[in-house]
């Protein structure tokens, strides 16, 4: 069983929409979660943490569920610069090892 | 703060010959470097631990021999992919942690795109 498992997609959104992805992890002792964004050939970049409290930062929320080991994230007003690459990770028990998953494609049209 | 630079961004050698990707982090120390492999629409997969100073720590599945890392300073790793094969062409990408940072903090380089022919 995979570390880290997403729908890969694509999503193909209007311009405006609001799209959510999902993830699931299967270490319950994992310790961190995170959102990263990856472009078509470029390495990916941080987007947002996740904690249990859920984490906003503009239009985009982030929300962990450990008793289900869930995470979501949550894209409001979608806009064309949102179309990527968007990865789930989670990091190990001891801190050292970050598992990606193999990423939701959002492609949000005019 | 925190970039981290890879070089090169790219390459193309035949079959059989050694690729070496340098993993540079320009504006912290990283005692701790880490070696990815992402091939078309997959997840990266970590090959290796690099710890500055120490043999590196390899993911099953990853033969040491055949990517050989060397971690010779704080700001310095390096993956040498030996006798690479076609099946060995993919993106690699390090992340080095910053020694005074936070532990689950990771910074990405840029990447290296490689096409064994």
């Known amino acids: 069983r995979k570390e880290v498992e997403q729908d890969p997609g694509p999503f193909n959104v209007p311009e405006g929409a609001t799209v959510a992805f999902n993830c699931t992890y299967s270490?319950?002792?994992?310790?961190?979660f995170f959102w990263y964004r990856q472009d078509c050939r470029k390495e990916p970049k941080l987007l947002m943490s996740?904690?249990?409290s859920g984490n906003e930062d503009g239009r985009f929320t982030a929300q962990l569920n450990r008793a289900s080991q869930y995470i979501s994230l949550l894209i409001r007003d979608s806009k064309l610069s949102d179309s990527a690459t968007y990865l789930c990770?989670?990091?190990?028990?001891?801190?050292?090892?970050?598992?990606f998953g193999s990423g939701t494609k959002l492609n949000v049209k005019p | 703060g925190a970039v981290v630079s890879q070089h090169p961004s790219w390459v193309i050698c035949k079959s059989g010959t050694s690729v070496k990707i340098e993993c540079r982090s320009l504006?912290?120390?990283?005692?701790?470097m880490f070696w990815y492999r992402q091939f078309p629409k997959q997840s990266l997969m970590l090959m290796a631990t690099?710890?500055?100073?120490?043999?590196?720590?390899?993911e099953q599945g990853v033969e040491k021999d055949k990517f050989l890392i060397n971690h010779a300073s704080l700001t310095l790793s390096t993956l040498t992919v030996t006798s690479a094969h076609p099946e060995d062409s993919s993106f690699y990408i390090c992340?080095?942690?910053?020694?005074?940072?936070?532990?689950?903090?990771?910074?990405f380089g840029p990447g290296t795109r490689l096409t064994v022919l």
């Open positions: 996740v904690y249990s």
């Open positions: 690099s710890n500055e100073g120490s043999k590196a720590t390899y």
């Open positions: 504006d912290f120390q990283a005692t701790t």
């Open positions: 990770v989670v990091i190990g028990y001891n801190f050292n090892k970050f598992y």
């Open positions: 270490n319950s002792a994992s310790q961190s």
């Open positions: 992340s080095a942690r910053d020694r005074s940072g936070r532990v689950n903090e990771q910074f």
